[in-house]
């Protein structure tokens, strides 16, 4: 029992963690289309390096290939991969001036 409710406080924490870390890429993006070069950067480094160290943790803890923790590892590769792609492609961008 011991072992179930300490996956159910991690899974709890990561919720929380996942959460927050799309809460940063929701001000990476409003700071990407409002031009605020500064704080676009500093939260995108925020989000992809939040997630990578929680990939991490997932890793050291075995659950990363565990199917009960596959939608964990599933939010943070795609907080990841949102920000690169958006990053690459330089959307959104503020509105060109004519």
């Known amino acids: 029992m011991a072992k ?3 996956y159910r406080e991690m ?3 990561m919720t929380k963690i996942i959460l927050g870390e799309a809460l940063v890429f929701v001000l990476y993006l409003v ?3 409002l031009g605020l070069t500064v704080l676009k950067v500093i939260s995108a480094i ?4 939040g997630s990578l160290l929680c990939l991490g943790w997932l890793i050291i803890t075995g659950e990363f290939s ?3 923790s596959l939608w964990m590892v599933t939010g943070f590769i795609a ?3 949102c920000v690169l792609v958006s990053l690459l492609l330089g959307y959104p961008g ?3 001036t004519v």
């Open 11 to 13: 899974e709890s924490l």
């Open 31 to 33: 700071c990407a289309g």
């Open 79 to 81: 907080i990841v991969l």
């Open 94 to 96: 503020p509105a060109p």
């Open 46 to 49: 925020v989000a992809i390096l």
């Open 66 to 68: 565990r199917r009960r």
């Open 4 to 6: 179930r409710s300490r």
